[in-house]
């Protein structure tokens, strides 16, 4: 089955850029979105179609998805981005929804 | 406001079953495609099952294909998850999420989520 890979953690101080790598194969060929996890709390899209922002979603989120490679950027981060963020695609091949791995995001 | 909230979740012996309802309402619920999404203690999101907004196309992955039944009531605005054969693998805290209007199912995402119901299959 399709497999999306992020890195497990990444830290960032306020006021600086977060990058979120999700790795999958030829996954620049796919529409990919990212889902932010507070603790406790359900997930929110931030991104949607590689580098679409929901309403409500602050421009210091975006993303890119190119070759193997999707990425989400936090510019300015603060403390209230601290969160597990999630990359997710459908996969035509066994047609099934699949999210990634899964990355936290701690602000020092 | 759209709202989805979920209801059912509780403790289940290894190999029995239960039944999760989820509640919607600030939208049309009759036009839009809904899934299900569980997340085990600790772990990251894994998409349960999909159903289309008249309820002619579901879609299971293969972890809960045959043990996993998704349906709807339009009427009554709510989807439910039959859930059998359970086992240890199966306890999360299980999500009702509403695909964005208008995407095909092959670019879809997810636009609103419930709070979830905690499911815990243990003897």
């Known amino acids: 089955s399709y497999v999306l890979t992020q890195p497990p953690s990444v830290s960032v101080a306020p006021g600086k850029t977060a990058r979120i790598t999700c790795g999958g194969n030829n996954v620049g060929s796919k529409s990919v979105h990212w889902y932010q996890q507070r603790p406790g709390q359900a997930p929110v899209v931030v991104i949607y179609?590689?580098?679409d922002r929901p309403s409500g979603i602050p421009e210091r989120f975006s993303g890119s998805n190119s070759g193997n490679t999707a990425t989400l950027t936090i510019s300015g981060v603060e403390a209230g981005d601290e969160a597990d963020y999630y990359c997710?695609?459908?996969?035509?091949?066994?047609?099934?929804?699949?999210f990634g791995t899964g990355t936290k995001v701690t602000v020092l | 406001e759209v709202q989805l909230v979920e209801s059912g979740g509780g403790l289940v012996q290894p190999g029995g079953s239960l039944r999760l309802s989820c509640a919607a309402s600030?939208?049309?619920?009759?036009?839009?495609?809904m899934n299900w999404v569980r997340q085990a203690p600790g772990k990251g999101l894994e998409w349960v099952s999909y159903?289309?907004?008249?309820?002619?196309?579901?879609d299971y992955p293969d972890s809960v294909l045959g043990r996993f039944t998704v349906s709807r009531d339009n009427a009554k605005n709510s989807l439910y998850l039959q859930m059998n054969s359970l086992t240890a693998e199966d306890t999360a805290v299980y999500y009702c999420?509403?695909?964005?209007?208008?995407?095909?199912?092959?670019?879809?995402?997810?636009?609103?989520w419930g709070q979830g119901t905690l499911v815990t299959v243990s003897s």
């Open positions: 179609y590689d580098n």
């Open positions: 997710q695609v459908w996969d035509s091949r066994s047609d099934e929804y699949v």
């Open positions: 159903i289309s907004s008249s309820g002619g196309t579901i």
């Open positions: 600030g939208f049309t619920f009759s036009t839009y495609s």
């Open positions: 999420a509403r695909v964005a209007r208008d995407t095909a199912m092959s670019t879809a995402y997810f636009d609103s």
